[in-house]
């Protein structure tokens, strides 16, 4: 009677300590899965933030406050008008929060003579137009598009498309 | 005797079961990772798609012509039209798209863009080969490609731009 008696306390044990084993198991699992999903999170974040950037700036150029339009009988794709721009940079304190992200810039590649900042004094001879800045430092997405705009030579009017790159810049969560 | 085997026999069917479990529980936390993971949108396609679009809208100047885009030029050159005020149209298509594309693309290795290639191609109205405009390639060209071609149609000939950036 005393060993039938030890012999199901030791079953009961043993069955109790595997129950503990494989909740600590799975605990551990679970907690292992939980942390590797938060510290995934901070990324994915940055991720997010990476795709938002780089479908404005797929988009962007096409959008009315920048794409060349009817105004170049609607002759370009991924075309901006440079003069919509230079009037944009002076009225961009209105779309600050307009498009989610912190800078929008345009560079132009080629060609580019000089290394000075567009504003209303140096424009069409220069390289770099600030429409958006926030001061912060981001990671930047950018894309090709036609600068264009309308020049006038001998009381002609011509349309001059430069090559350039529209930059959309974002905060990377650390 | 007998006791004790079917004791041990019901023992490793439960350690079975446990890694059954285990397995499968495994699978669903591999299954939920998967699923929430972001699908990846590549945006390298639409680079090369716009450095494209962009150079064919790219204005130079070419005299007699006044400013003419490089679609026009490629037109001009197949033609052998030598009637622009700084060479012939073919030469300055040359310049003008080496100037471009060391402009817009650094390439090397260790770098974003490895490597890239670009064909200037004319054809017949059935596709059939006529001639190269301008080729030219730079950089390392393998890894993974990004293609894209752009076709316009003038005096019933196609005129093919393509081109294909090496990425890292």
Same mark, same amino acid.
Request: aromatic share 12%; with cysteine; net charge negative.
């Given at each position: 009677? %005393?060993? %039938? ?53 797929? $988009? ?40 989610? %992200? ?53 009381? $002609?009017?011509?349309? $001059? ?10 905060? $990377?969560?650390? | ?44 396609? *639409? ?10 809208? *790219? ?15 490629? *037109? ?90 090496? *990425?890292?």
């Amino acid at each position: 009677m %005393v060993n %039938v008696n030890k012999l199901g306390q030791m079953k009961i044990q043993q069955t109790a300590f595997v129950l503990i084993a494989l909740t600590l198991f799975f605990v551990l699992v679970g907690l292992f899965f939980l942390g590797f999903y938060l510290q995934s999170v901070k990324e994915d974040v940055s991720e997010l933030n990476s795709r938002q950037a780089k479908l404005l700036v797929s $988009k962007l150029a096409n959008s009315p406050e920048f794409t060349c339009g009817t105004a170049f009988h609607s002759k370009y794709a991924d075309c901006v008008d440079s003069d919509k721009v230079l009037i944009l940079m002076q009225n961009s304190s209105r779309y600050k929060n307009f498009w989610g %992200v912190d800078d929008i810039k345009i560079w132009k590649i080629h060609p580019s003579a000089t290394h000075e900042e567009c504003n209303v004094l140096t424009y069409p001879d220069c390289t770099t137009y600030n429409i958006l800045e926030s001061g912060t430092v981001g990671v930047y997405e950018s894309n090709f598009i036609s600068l264009c705009r309308i020049e006038q030579e001998g009381g $002609k009017s011509y349309t $001059k498309c430069e090559l350039a790159r529209l930059m959309v810049s974002y905060t $990377k969560q650390t | 005797m007998r006791k004790i085997a079917k004791k041990g026999q019901e023992e490793m069917v439960g350690f079975g079961i446990i890694i059954v479990i285990v397995i499968i529980i495994g699978l669903v936390f591999l299954w939920l990772y998967l699923a929430i993971k972001p699908n990846e949108t590549n945006m390298q396609d *639409y680079e090369v798609q716009s450095f494209l679009r962009s150079v064919t809208q *790219y204005t130079t100047r070419c005299i007699d012509r006044e400013y003419i885009e490089i679609n026009d030029l490629t *037109y001009l050159c197949f033609h052998d039209q030598r009637d622009c005020e700084n060479g012939d149209s073919c030469q300055i298509l040359e310049d003008t798209l080496d100037s471009i594309l060391d402009s817009a693309w650094d390439v090397g290795e260790g770098k974003r863009v490895r490597g890239y290639e670009i064909n200037i191609t004319v054809l017949e109205l059935d596709q059939a080969f006529i001639k190269t405009i301008y080729s030219r390639n730079k950089g390392i060209l393998n890894g993974s490609s990004r293609g894209f071609s752009e076709k316009y149609m003038k005096d019933s000939k196609w005129y093919d731009i393509t081109f294909i950036g090496y *990425y890292d």
